[in-house]
């Protein structure tokens, strides 16, 4: 019997609205609540087993790639035509912006077995993500668009830990864009994501986030606010920010509004030139699942069939069957761990070169120049 092959719908403004209004609050709170009765304050939660009806049917892998190659425009092609360093900036702030989607209160993603891959292609972006990593949970993503000249290199790490009332994912490790054309390269790490338990139930992104040209010198740095401890107060989901000349420490621009709707750029040399640069609702919205164009060309390793019949069985609520396949899956992977500890096997990644120091941390880098086209196609 064939495997199934299951993409689900990305996240979406519409998607977090529907959550908002239809879930049960109070019966996911206590739900959340009696799961973590046992966890101790501080504890990390990386290797913390999810019942599958606490699971959104899709793994992390496909999160981060959803968040490349799920926009309504392109952002790439808006970052390359940028006249000046400072326009190329601004744009590529837009873009890492557009890359931070609405979780959902209640559920999250799977965590990747080691190996497990996700390639889509977007017309000429086309994209790549390997778990490079299991315990610690390590995800590297290699994405080329040929037409642009266009490449990304992330390394993802996160470190979920249970404060008592809420869960904090740190998500470290660095991003890199790269503008071949302009001879440019941008570093930039990720907001951290918050779930609130209590007293409110919630979630939102929040922290500093820094981007950094290279040979410019030129930075933007933005700040994602959180609401109130109590949920009150209108900075809901605020974004601040600025972009400066490392250099000379002169700031050209300020940055500013709510990533979920609107960010305007303003210019410091004119306070009258404000423009809005990043849109949520025409970026974020209306969005559909990845189709499967060639099944026989798709690897099995593709995160959309080794958790097909999981994402399957939630989608259909049935939970019963859920356990079931996530129990296999899980014991599928344990047994290939056994199998090559007994023969003496290190497990490589097939698509990127690994590092890890204490200093840096963990390092990928991919193995081929450019990504191949994929039977996996986001509309």
């Known amino acids: 019997m064939a495997k199934k092959i299951v993409l689900s719908k990305p996240l979406t403004l519409e998607s977090q609205s529907d959550s908002d209004k239809n879930y049960e609050a109070s019966n996911i709170l206590q739900r959340i609540l009696s799961l973590f009765k046992n966890v101790r304050r501080g504890s990390e939660l990386s290797c913390f087993k999810l019942p599958p009806v606490f ?27 940028g006249k000046t360093a400072l326009d190329r900036l601004i744009s590529v702030a837009a873009w890492n912006i557009s890359t931070t989607r609405p979780p959902r209160f209640g559920v999250a993603p799977y965590n990747p077995t080691l ?26 993503l290699h994405a080329t668009d040929d037409k642009e000249n266009i490449e990304m290199i992330w390394c993802h790490f996160p470190v979920p830990k249970f404060t008592g009332t809420s869960v904090e994912t740190k998500v470290h490790g660095k991003r890199q864009l790269k503008l071949h054309n302009h001879g440019e390269t941008y570093e930039m790490n990720s907001p951290n994501l918050i779930i609130r338990i209590l007293p409110l139930p919630g979630t939102d992104w929040v922290g500093n986030v820094s981007i950094r040209c290279l040979e410019t010198g030129l930075v933007a740095e933005l700040s994602y606010i959180s609401q109130s401890f109590f949920g009150f107060g209108g900075n809901r989901r605020l974004i601040k920010g600025k972009i ?27 306070a009258e030139e404000e423009r809005v640069i990043y849109d949520a609702k025409q970026v974020i919205s209306g969005l559909q699942a990845p189709v499967v164009k060639d099944p026989e060309s798709v690897w099995p390793t593709e995160t959309a069939l080794v958790w097909g019949e999981l994402s399957q069985a939630i989608m259909s609520k049935d939970w019963e069957k859920a356990k079931e396949v996530k129990k296999n899956v899980e014991e599928r992977q344990r047994e290939l761990q056994r199998e090559r500890e007994s023969k003496g096997e290190t497990w490589v990644p097939k698509h990127f070169t690994v590092s890890y120091s204490k200093e840096e941390g963990w390092n990928c880098s991919p193995i081929r120049k450019r990504v191949p086209n994929s039977p996996i196609v986001a509309l």
């Open 55 to 81: 699971n959104m049917p899709k793994s992390q892998l496909q999160c981060y790639a959803e968040s490349v190659y799920c926009t309504s425009l392109d952002l790439l092609k808006n970052i390359n035509s």
């Open 115 to 140: 190996g497990e891959t996700h390639h889509v292609s977007k017309y000429n972006l086309n994209v790549l993500l390997e778990q490079i990593s299991h315990h610690p949970p390590v995800s590297a």
């Open 244 to 270: 400066f000349d490392s250099l000379s420490m002169k700031i050209l621009c300020k940055i500013e509004g709510h990533w979920d709707s609107t960010v305007t750029v303003k210019n410091t040399t004119n």
